[in-house]
């Protein structure tokens, strides 16, 4: 089955190229009369027929046409004896959508039969994973950020008490200046407040809220901050993250102490 899984490969590879390049005719060239395409577009119970699945693919060359990629990642192939079947990633993005998402991957399902002695395409199947956000998962995954914060703190590790902060921070802080831009400003502030206690700093915000859309979240709450045996300091906090591919990052801080009376 060694060559037949080579034949399916070369096929696979060729139909690749043809689909990036827009050529309509080699795109279909391997395909069976009576192909069932499931594809990332409608219709919800798939596209039946030759003149159906060509008719599917102008509008793709177009945004195609806009610089998008369309490339083999990984590719398997299984043969037997007239049925085989394979499951491939490719690259599938303009370069913007790529740069900003890098590991999303376009999978690809193919079932092909043997006609007449040569292999074609029976049955293909396009999917993106779904990624809409789960407001409930987001929301665990900002309030972990507090907890290893916390943690962090209690430990003086300025590294890791700094990595879920964005580049581009911008902090308005308790005192100093009227703000911090920038992760190295934030971990100077960072830095001088760890190295202000001797002893380890516990950090908590018991009630903590956090609400998350899309690919922002806020939280907010009381900061109690313990330096060692010294009396708790409370002040007001409120956050906001952006979703990135390494995780959470905040990318705005504020802090104030209420204005005394009169």
């Known amino acids: 089955m060694a060559d037949d899984e080579q034949d399916i490969r070369a096929l696979i590879e060729r139909w690749t190229h043809a689909v990036h390049a827009g050529d309509l005719d080699a795109v279909l060239a391997d395909h069976a009369a009576d192909i069932v395409m499931f594809d990332v577009p409608p219709p919800h119970d798939g596209v039946r027929g030759i003149a159906g699945y060509a008719a599917t693919w102008p ?16 590719l398997d192939v299984t043969a037997g004896t007239d049925v085989a079947f394979a499951h491939a990633l490719l690259r599938c993005d303009t370069p913007g959508e790529l740069a900003a998402h890098p590991s999303r991957r376009l999978r690809l399902t193919l079932g092909l039969r043997k006609e007449g002695g040569r292999w074609v395409v029976a049955h293909e199947h396009h999917s993106f994973p779904d990624e809409t956000p789960i407001a409930a998962d987001d929301e665990a995954a900002v309030r972990e950020v507090h907890r290893r914060w916390a943690e962090d703190t209690a430990a003086g590790d300025l590294d890791a008490l700094t990595a879920p902060i964005a580049d581009d921070i911008v902090s308005y802080e308790h005192e100093g200046a009227m703000a911090y831009v920038g992760i190295d400003e934030v971990r100077e502030v960072c830095r001088a407040g760890l190295e202000a206690s001797p002893d380890p700093v516990r950090w908590a915000i018991p009630d903590l809220r956090v609400v998350a859309s899309g690919d922002l979240a ?8 313990t330096p060692g045996e010294a009396e708790t300091v409370r002040s007001r906090g409120t956050r906001v993250f ?15 102490f209420p204005a005394p009376p009169g």
């Open 59 to 74: 509008p793709f060359f177009g945004w195609q046409a806009s610089g998008a990629c369309f490339e083999i990642v990984e």
């Open 218 to 225: 806020v939280s907010w709450g009381i900061d109690e901050l």
């Open 242 to 256: 952006r979703r990135t591919e390494q995780g959470w990052r905040m990318v705005h801080q504020h802090l104030s």
